[in-house]
């Protein structure tokens, strides 16, 4: 069982930053992948950055370059860095993780962007 718990959501301006933590419960937290989602209004979730367990990440072509994602295995937390924010950005942010065949979402955290 993986438990994951989102903050550091809020409201930023146009070409602002904020980050966004995931603390995740479970002593093989550094060997498992997590992810970071959004999810909009009207429209469906979709995945913005990945991290792997040995730290090789991914991003979606929307946000590359603008969000990091990084991981503290000693903390059990993984950050999203998002960096010249845009209104396009709003949604709510969720932390998922694939373990033994089961999706693990956390409770979500709402990122708004204002122009």
């Known amino acids: 069982q993986v438990q994951l718990v989102e903050s550091g959501g809020g409201w930023a301006q146009a070409g602002g930053s904020l980050r966004l933590s995931c603390a995740a419960s479970?002593?093989?937290?550094?060997?498992?992948?997590i992810d970071w989602y959004r999810q909009a209004p009207g429209k469906q979730r979709e995945l913005v950055a990945a991290i792997a367990g040995i730290g090789i990440t991914r991003y979606s072509d929307s946000v590359k370059g603008r969000f990091t994602i990084s991981r503290d295995n000693a903390k059990n937390t993984v950050y999203l860095q998002m960096n010249n924010l845009k209104p396009d950005d709003t949604a709510v942010y969720y932390c998922h993780a694939f373990l033994r065949g089961k999706d693990f979402w956390g409770q979500g955290t709402q990122v708004t962007v204002s122009s």
């Open positions: 479970g002593s093989i937290f550094s060997m498992i992948a």
